[in-house]
């Protein structure tokens, strides 16, 4: 053999091995590719139900917010009946109201200073160690307001 039949067939063995090295990669190529397609049409067949129940889901909470919207938009007139109600009593109830409690106080006082005058008449001073001390005092707190 020559040295040009010896590289002719290390060429031929070479290609020999290049070719089945690529037919080697191309079948677990096709075979990982065989899978994928596999693996996505399952997930397609499990993701389809999933986004339909969630669609659905979404739907029902919107409906939810739906009317969760009109019972705080009821919720907010009757606060404004009430709070339009609440001024109409407090004006025509309030005023005549505020007048009888006056009204009262000042009869009470009336009833209350003339009570006391019999008694303040009759006040005397007492004599304690050489000091001479006023009668005792009626009527609790009168003159409390001159500090506000």
Do not use: C
């Not at 040009?4 to 191309?26: K, R, T």
């Amino acid at each position: 053999m020559s040295g040009g039949e010896v590289a002719g067939i290390l060429v031929a063995v070479f290609w020999a091995i290049l070719v089945s090295f690529l037919a080697l990669v191309l079948v677990r190529l096709a075979q990982t590719l065989k899978a994928t397609t596999k693996m996505v049409a399952e997930v397609s067949e499990q993701a389809v139900p999933l986004l339909s129940d969630a669609s659905a889901t979404v739907r029902s909470a919107h409906t939810q917010l739906a009317r969760v919207d009109a019972i705080a938009a009821d919720v907010q007139e009757v606060t404004a009946n009430a709070s339009a109600l609440s001024s109409t009593v407090s004006s025509a109830f309030g005023g005549p109201l505020v007048k009888v409690a006056a009204f009262g106080y000042g009869v009470r006082r009336a009833i209350g200073k003339k009570g006391e005058a019999a008694p303040a008449e009759r006040a005397e001073r007492t004599v304690v160690l050489g000091r001479t001390l006023p009668g005792a005092r009626r009527g609790g707190r009168r003159n409390r307001r001159s500090k506000d």
